[in-house]
């Protein structure tokens, strides 16, 4: 899936087939489900990809537009107002520090989170300064911020890096 100069969604169709699964029967939120056409030699076939997505349909059920991708099912910062913010809205908040190497959102407590940085090459007080502000905009205004320097992020037993992971 991409995005538009104007930031609204579109599924690229030459290179997979999506389906947008409703979570509950007549819900806007979907599972995201692909079939991609690129990899013949491993070819993934209705991949639930364990992202969702919130829909907008017309009155025959059709999908008129993509309004957002919601992240992964439990992989989300709890706030305490109830809103949550998923591991798509964090990355994005990621996205233009070219000096961070790695980081993993850490929930500790409702209102707690640590984010756990493995520090670029020049990544400078300045930096976690930036950042702090941004993540002040992006989390409720009562939400604790603090920062662990850490020399690698823990992976799963995949090998992957999670983005939220929530240790209470």
Known sequence: ??????????????FSYVEFIPV???????????????NLAFPLIRYDTGDLATVERDEDGTIKRIVSIDGRTGNTIKQPSGHELTEASLSIVLHDF???????????????????VVKGANYTLKDEQMLLDSLHCALDNNMKISFRYVDAVERTAAGKLRLVVSDY
Do not use: P
Request: proline content about 0%.
């Open 24 to 38: 509950e029967s007549d819900s806007s939120l979907c599972r995201i489900i692909g079939t991609g056409f690129f």
């Open 1 to 14: 899936m991409n995005q538009d100069a104007i930031g609204e969604w579109y599924v690229e169709d030459d």
């Open 98 to 116: 070219d000096h961070i190497a790695e980081a993993q959102f850490h929930q500790i407590a409702s209102d707690k989170v640590v984010l756990w």
